[in-house]
């Protein structure tokens, strides 16, 4: 039977972390049950010299963030990303524009109270089923009101922007799912909340990541772990794997190894990990109630590519502010007629987009929306063309311009609930859930008192869950640890 030292399961970026620190003086094989590297950093080229990071896109931090660090040697950060803030149009359901001044206000406003929350972080005096939904219903109107002259319509409108904003950063379904406690867990590192990428997004890093596995005999792709098994005797682990080859047929190997490294995503572990592991009850008890607690959702991106742009050249963000129910209705009347498609599936999608990011990595003009909530699972059941449309017909009924002469060329959206391994977008503590469950995730499983399986992940980082940079660090930390167990 085939042996190795050490399985790394996954070849997301933990798990490219691991295999670059153990380095190649250690016999590992890192197995990935789908057909690329990069796992939730995923890069497609949307049509010529227009790469689309339909997963992660952004840094978030600079300073002691490992993957800035990588990535500026690469040189592939652009130099844009310090303009973040300008550009910004907000259009209202009227066709109107926001008073820059007026969201700058807002913006405060909302900030002031989000620090507010996150300051509530250990707070032993909040009950635990309080959300972060709670807390803003209690506060935000009200302060926005008393610090804001405008209409209830357009305060209601920034209040849904803010909210769907704050469902994109968590990735959960709703914000009464995102505890309040645990709020402030996420740790911001200094610099810049975001540096976007050059052309070519994510993907100069995923190949340097690669570039540090020399052989190829040390990567399977297409090969899903169904089985683990600690062996008392010779205290190792018999793993089972599945390949999936190119015809759809199913073949299952079996590898011994001494020490395994699991990085699969938070969702995955939910639906797979009793199977997987059923044979060993203590490891099922130790994880059971942190896999069941922490939070996991959808969130997904569609990017439309057109020929020329048609919104104002000097936005770079197009906000909008559904301030009027009957723009809404109008909306979804004329969408349903056009496109065939279920009445509240277009309303539910409509009233979810808030906002058109413009690529800047590209020349070609390219707009993201990203989704959060019931619309981004709801997504996956439309055809690229359907969401496409919808995306494309509501900005230029906001923009008051005709939707027929600027028709996208391309259209390209993710699934990250339908990848079934994945199941999701990123981790975030629900109501349910403590920081210590974070910590239960990672431990490692030692049967005979030496670990012999080691978990790393976003899911598994208790500061930076959620991010690439955490995912990396997770990686090197049980890589590490790893080495340090090998070389005793
Ligand atoms: C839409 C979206 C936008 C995001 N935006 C950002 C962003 O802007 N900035 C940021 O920092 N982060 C962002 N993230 C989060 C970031 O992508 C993740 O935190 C990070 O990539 C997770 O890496 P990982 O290695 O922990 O997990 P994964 O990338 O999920 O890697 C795990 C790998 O394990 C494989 N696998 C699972 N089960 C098995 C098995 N049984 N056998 C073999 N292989 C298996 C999977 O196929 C996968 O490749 C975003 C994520 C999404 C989905």
Known sequence: MEYRKVIIVGGGVAGLGAAKTLGPNVNYLLIEAQDYLGGRILTIDAAENVAVDVGAQFIHGKEKNILYEICEQLNCISDDSNNIENGVLVILSDGTELDS???????????????????????????????????????????????LSCSDNIIDGLIDYFSSIELIENGCLSLSDLSLIEYGSFEYLDGEDEYEFKNGGYRPFISYMKSFILDDNRIRLNSEVIRVKYLEDSHQLLVHIRHHNKTNEEEISTILCDHMIWTSS???????????????????????????????????????????????????????????????????ESLKALLNTKETDIQTIIEAIHMYEVLSSTEVPVLICWFAGPAALLLENLSEKVI?????????????????????????????????????????????????????????????????????????????????????????????????????
């Not at 909302?110 to 209690?138: C, M, N, R, V």
């Open 101 to 147: 001044e007026i969201m700058q206000k807002a913006k405060l406003v909302w900030e002031d109270i989000i620090q507010e929350a996150q300051a509530k972080f250990g707070d032993t005096t909040i009950p635990a089923h309080y959300s972060l939904a709670d807390y803003l219903q209690k506060h935000l109107k009200e302060r926005l009101l008393s610090s």
């Open 266 to 332: 938070l969702g995955y572990l939910k639906e797979n990990f009793s199977s997987i592991f059923s044979d060993e009850i203590q490891l099922i008890e130790q994880k059971k109630n942190a896999i069941n607690n922490l939070g996991f959702d959808t969130i997904n991106k569609v990017a439309m590519v057109y020929e020329k742009s048609f919104w104002p050249e000097e936005n770079h963000l197009i906000i909008l502010l559904h301030t009027q129910k009957q723009k809404l209705l109008t909306l979804v």
């Open 388 to 488: 496409g449309q919808i995306c494309h017909e509501v900005l230029c009924s906001y923009l008051n311009i005709s939707s027929e002469l600027n028709q996208p060329k391309h259209v390209l959206k993710s699934e990250w609930y339908k990848n079934r391994f994945v199941r999701g977008s990123y981790s975030y503590c629900s109501t349910k859930s403590r920081t210590k469950d974070r910590e239960q995730l990672r431990i490692g499983y030692a049967p005979d008192g030496i670990p012999r399986i080691q978990f790393a992940g976003e899911a598994t980082n208790a500061k930076f869950y959620g991010t690439v940079h955490g995912a990396l660090e997770s990686g090197i930390r049980e890589g590490t640890e790893l080495l340090s167990i090998i070389n005793k």
